[in-house]
T-cell receptor, first 113, second 115 residues
Framework: KNQVEQSPQSLIILEGKNCTLQ??????????LRWYKQDTGRGPVSLTI?????NTKSNGRYTATLDADTKQSSLHITASQLSDSASYIC????????????FGTGTQLKVEL | NAGVTQTPKFRVLKTGQSMTLLCAQD?????MYWYRQDPGMGLRLIHY???????AKGEVPDGYNVSRLKKQNFLLGLESAAPSQTSVYFC??????????????FGPGTRLLVL
């Protein structure tokens, strides 16, 4: 079983709407949790990086939250745009394993007119 | 500033052939990584390097070799390609370890098909 589980697997929303993507993880202890955006045919791009002590981190219309007690993170996208169509990947970096990241399989988001 | 570049973008190999994937970064990063991405799976670390002249095994190193002779370049070699190595390969680099909260910068990927 993947130690970083993301839901939903895919999502379709209308332009201008908000959405929230979920990430549940079992790996611990961790030093930081990341969210990446991966456009089709491209490499992942970092959106947010949160340490275990942070609850929230924003990057423009993207806001990530972290609940270390329940081992859950979410990525909220506000006022979606067509360019938000991509795969969003949750990544956990273990403490002591600083070069080894555990990647989720991603949520495929499609924003339609 | 090109960031992280990968060569080639796409390649078709026959089983048993060899090839080398090249990754180059112009950000003076110490750390470099090779990942593979397969459908339905998260990215998996093949090999990584924490500085010029160093390499280390990742999660799925079998069938691959790497070299970091220059700080800006990280080469991934397949000595005898197998169909199971059909994948998209991503190179990444970072100034410091991801464990220290630094972002990784990814290249555009190399799509490899082994027949």
């Amino acid at each position: 079983k993947n130690q970083v589980e993301q839901s939903p697997q895919s999502l379709i929303i209308l332009e201008g709407k908000n959405c929230t993507l979920q990430c549940n993880y079992t790996v611990s202890p961790f030093s930081n949790l990341r969210w990446y955006k991966q456009d089709t045919g491209r490499g992942p791009v970092s959106l947010t990086i949160m340490t275990f002590s942070e609850n929230t981190k924003s990057n423009g219309r993207y806001t990530a939250t972290l609940d270390a007690d329940t081992k859950q993170s979410s990525l909220h996208i506000t006022a979606s745009q067509l360019s938000d169509s991509a795969s969003y990947i949750c990544v956990v970096v273990l403490t002591g394993g600083g070069n080894k990241l555990t990647f989720g399989t991603g949520t495929q988001l499609k924003v339609e007119l | 500033n090109a960031g992280v570049t990968q060569t080639p973008k796409f390649r078709v190999l026959k089983t048993g052939q060899s090839m080398t994937l090249l990754c180059a970064q112009d950000m003076n990063h110490e750390y470099m990584y090779w990942y593979r991405q397969d459908p339905g799976m998260g990215l998996r670390l093949i090999h990584y390097s924490v500085g010029e002249g160093t390499t280390a095994k990742g999660e799925v190193p079998d069938g691959y070799n790497v070299s970091r002779l220059k700080k800006q370049n990280f080469l991934l070699g397949l000595e005898s390609a197998a169909p199971s190595q059909t994948s998209v390969y991503f190179c990444a680099s970072s100034y410091l370890s991801p464990g220290e909260g630094r972002a990784q910068y990814f290249g555009p990927g190399t799509r490899l098909l082994v027949l």
